[in-house]
């Protein structure tokens, strides 16, 4: 399993949109300006928040989206699986697949093991937990004098 550069750039949008007061609603543009992620791409991948019911959005002039819920009521697995779909580190985890060997696969039983290990530190990990120690990519990016060579570290 690996999460794609959709699963990441809708928690870091996520991340843009939870230091922000429930019910503000905020374009697209600033969520990718603060996060450093191409706009079309955020675009899509909020749609998809929308309609799992992570997010809401608003039409017109002021439109852009907002949390439905409290950054602490949403969890990692929810975002993750909302833009991936089910998790499965093996094809023979996935419910729809299956797998010609399971029922007593050695491998498949570690697997789902390992799985299950996996999905609940999603579980366990909120939304609002990622906000807490995310800074916004724009801002490491200046400090790095990325986008801004102007700006630079100091030697240690």
């Given at each position: 399993?690996?999460i794609?550069?959709a699963?990441?750039?809708?928690?870091?949008?996520?991340t843009?949109?939870a230091?922000r007061?429930l019910?503000?609603?905020v374009?697209?543009?600033?969520l990718?300006?603060?996060?450093?992620?191409?706009?079309?791409?955020?675009g899509k991948?909020f749609?998809?928040?929308?309609k799992?019911?992570?997010v809401k959005?608003?039409?017109?002039?002021?439109?852009?989206?907002?949390l439905s819920?409290l950054?602490?009521?949403?969890?990692?697995?929810e975002?993750?699986?909302?833009?991936?779909?089910p998790?499965?580190?093996?094809?023979?985890l996935?419910e729809?697949l299956?797998?010609?060997?399971?029922g007593?696969?050695?491998?498949?039983s570690l697997?789902?093991?390992?799985?299950?290990?996996?999905?609940?530190?999603?579980?366990?990990t909120?939304?609002s937990?990622?906000?807490?120690?995310?800074?916004?990519n724009a801002l490491?990016n200046?400090?790095?004098?990325r986008?801004?060579p102007k700006?630079?570290?100091?030697?240690?």
């Amino acid at each position: 399993m690996q999460i794609t550069r959709a699963a990441e750039y809708g928690v870091l949008g996520l991340t843009a949109l939870a230091r922000r007061p429930l019910g503000d609603v905020v374009m697209v543009d600033v969520l990718c300006a603060e996060e450093d992620i191409p706009r079309s791409f955020l675009g899509k991948i909020f749609q998809n928040l929308a309609k799992a019911g992570i997010v809401k959005s608003a039409r017109g002039s002021g439109g852009g989206f907002s949390l439905s819920r409290l950054p602490a009521e949403i969890t990692a697995l929810e975002i993750i699986e909302a833009i991936e779909g089910p998790i499965a580190l093996q094809r023979c985890l996935d419910e729809e697949l299956g797998c010609e060997h399971s029922g007593g696969c050695a491998l498949c039983s570690l697997l789902a093991v390992a799985q299950d290990r996996v999905k609940d530190v999603f579980r366990a990990t909120t939304l609002s937990d990622l906000a807490g120690r995310h800074i916004p990519n724009a801002l490491v990016n200046r400090a790095r004098g990325r986008n801004h060579p102007k700006i630079t570290l100091a030697p240690a």
